[in-house]
């Protein structure tokens, strides 16, 4: 008889979906890989009569989260609800209930990363959140486990699909900010309230995030000096292009040569010859140079139900794994 890894899912929004569909989807290549079935034993959603496109057994929904922290056979907790509250104290009361916690939520690492790491070492559980930086981009694994042997001195991202999506319409077919950006609402690229996206508040998070895995430095979201999109023009698009440049949203950090580190998020004209310069749409992508490994170059789609949901279920395997 196969072993059960018994899940908790905190939200069924649209990556809770996503990491139910993808699941059921591959469950049967996922457990002939693992050796285990995974089997989701409760889900803690308020909305439990929305479609969703998937039958969901009923019995499975609480909305009283005691029911996973308390169940002793619940071995993962999945947490999809975004925000930093409740998320974050959720969290904390799965792990020091015992069990490992899997999280795509990057406002919640950005602002209690201390917290949350010391709280599953004191607990001896595991917190992973490869999702949490660049969807489904292999970004975080690769940095603390086959990167790890390198001195880091830059790191430069385009780490939104939604502005990155923008301005690649903006640049490509001459449009307006406004324009464009009702069609990635539309389109359910952009929120209907889009601030955190177009004024750089999510990519502050995910940088805030990667500064503490590729520099070892604290910096809160909220030091990040940090502009947004919302005030770039056709005129200035065209002004780039006529230097051979693009407009990129991005998310930088540097050691200087005293051994300071240098952060910001801002809209920055690159060369069209750089390697992130050809990141179009929702992709997002990443660069890092290192002492040993010297450039390297991460690229895929950053956002997304799907995408971020294989990132998720990475994570839950790598646990059940170990």
């Known amino acids: 008889m196969k072993k059960e890894i018994k899940i908790g899912l905190l939200g069924l929004g649209n990556i809770g979906t996503g990491t139910y569909k993808a699941l059921e989807l591959n469950r049967a290549h996922i457990e002939e890989t693992l050796g285990a079935a995974l089997q989701i034993k409760h889900i803690l959603e308020k909305d439990v009569t929305r479609d969703r496109g998937i ?87 690769a940095i603390t486990e086959s990167l790890n042997a390198n001195v880091f001195s830059e790191l430069l991202g385009i780490l939104n699909g939604t502005t990155n999506y923008i301005l690649s319409k903006m640049s490509d077919e001459g449009r307006a900010y406004d324009e464009v950006l009702k069609e990635a609402q539309e389109k359910g690229f952009a929120e209907a309230d889009p601030t955190a996206d177009v004024e750089g508040h999510d990519v502050a998070n995910k940088l805030s995030i990667l500064m503490s895995l590729v520099f070892g430095k604290r910096v809160l979201p909220d030091d990040i000096p940090t502009t947004g999109i919302s005030a770039i023009t056709k005129d200035d698009i065209a002004e780039a292009d006529s230097q051979g440049c693009v407009i990129k949203l991005l998310a930088s950090a540097y050691r200087t040569p005293d051994g300071q580190i240098e952060c910001f998020v801002q809209p920055t004209w690159l060369n069209k010859t750089h390697p992130l310069a050809g990141v179009r749409n929702e992709f997002n992508a990443l660069f890092l140079k290192g002492n ?4 390297l170059m991460f690229y895929g789609k950053g956002a997304g139900p799907f995408p971020t949901a294989s990132a998720v279920l990475g994570d839950v395997i790598a646990i059940a794994r170990g």
Do not use: C, W
């Open 55 to 141: 039958a969901i057994d009923p019995a499975l929904f609480t909305q009283d989260p005691a029911t996973i922290f308390d169940d002793p056979t619940i071995d993962v907790v999945i947490e999809l609800l975004g925000g930093i509250e409740p998320a974050t104290s959720f969290m904390v009361s799965a792990m020091k209930a015992g069990k490992h916690v899997v999280t795509a939520n990057k406002a919640a690492l950005a602002a209690n990363l201390e917290l949350l790491t010391n709280t599953a070492a004191e607990n001896d559980v595991k917190l992973r959140y490869e999702a949490s930086v660049g969807g489904g981009i292999p970004l975080i694994g």
């Open 292 to 295: 040993a490994v010297d450039d």
